[in-house]
C-alpha cells in the first residue's frame, strides 16, 4: 500500500495554484471540472504523493506537520519570503536541519533537507 494524494483544505483553488507552484515549485498534476468545482493536485516535479487542494471541504481544518524535502532550505526560505509567506528557520535541530512555514490557507509545514 502507498499513499497517493494528500487532501489539503483551501479556500480559493487559484491563488493555492500559484502558491504551490511558484512559491514551492510543484507542478500540475490533474486540473480537471469535478462536481464540486474542479479536481486540482499538485506534486513535486520529482514525483511522489500528490496534494489535492480542495475547496469543497469548508469545514475541514486545516492539516499541520506534513513534513516536506529540499535539497536547500535556504533557498526555500528565500522563495517562501519572495511570496511573502514567513518561515521559521532554517534551523539546525539534533535530528537535522528544518524550516517551518504554513501556507495561506493555515496548513503546516516541515521542510528537511534533503
Given amino acids: ?10 479556500s480559493d483553488q487559484d491563488a493555492a495554484l500559484d502558491f504551490y507552484t511558484r512559491a514551492l515549485g510543484m507542478r500540475v498534476r490533474t486540473d480537471n471540472p469535478f462536481p464540486m468545482g474542479r479536481w486540482l493536485s499538485v ?3 520529482d514525483g511522489g504523493p500528490s496534494l489535492l487542494l ?7 481544518a486545516p492539516i499541520g506537520g506534513l513534513i516536506l524535502t529540499a535539497p ?10 519572495e511570496y511573502g509567506t514567513a518561515a521559521e528557520g532554517p534551523s539546525d535541530e539534533p535530528w537535522g536541519r528544518q524550516l517551518l512555514f504554513s ?10 533537507q534533503e
Fill in 43 to 45: 506534486a513535486p516535479s
Fill in 72 to 81: 536547500d532550505l535556504d533557498e526555500t526560505a528565500k522563495l517562501l519570503a
Fill in 103 to 112: 501556507d495561506p490557507f493555515g496548513n503546516g509545514y516541515v521542510v528537511s
Fill in 54 to 60: 480542495a475547496s469543497w471541504f469548508p469545514e475541514m
Fill in 1 to 10: 500500500m502507498q499513499i497517493s494524494t494528500v487532501t489539503i483544505p483551501v
